[in-house]
């Protein structure tokens, strides 16, 4: 079993960066994939970015190209989604994900994901 849990979230204008962290605890020593996905009001969980143990490919949904970041530091078992030039459209909460494989071949699909976190929430103000 892997356990999650996302800091990092919060308030911020238009404009300004958050990063968040998800801790992952349990049956770490083993390869898996790990993603980020979020759900705003009224709205289906969708996929924001993920990364690959093998291969070392990450993923990313168009929305948020060149503005997140997705990375993970092996030492520490943490996952981390950098997002600079954040939209009101961003607002959502933010939930990590691992599957319990080490490669996906379509990250961006939910069902692949075997563990989740409790989300952490993002604002964004005009």
């Known amino acids: 079993q892997v356990q999650l849990v996302e800091s990092g979230g919060g308030s911020v204008q238009a404009g300004g960066s958050l990063r968040l962290s998800c801790a992952a605890s349990?049956?770490?020593?083993?390869?898996?994939?790990m993603g980020w996905f979020r759900q705003g009001p009224e709205k289906e969980r969708e996929f924001v970015a993920a990364i690959n143990w093998f291969v070392s490919s990450t993923g990313y949904a168009d929305s948020v190209k060149g503005r997140f970041t997705i990375s993970r530091d092996n030492a520490k078992n943490t996952l981390y989604l950098q997002m600079n030039s954040l939209k009101p459209e961003d607002t959502a909460v933010y939930y990590c994900?691992?599957?319990?494989?080490?490669?996906?071949?379509?990250?961006?699909?939910?069902?692949?994901?075997?563990?989740w976190g409790q989300g952490t929430q993002v604002t964004v103000s005009s």
């Open positions: 349990g049956r770490t020593s083993s390869p898996y994939a």
């Open positions: 994900a691992a599957s319990r494989k080490g490669y996906l071949k379509n990250l961006a699909e939910i069902s692949n994901y075997d563990y």
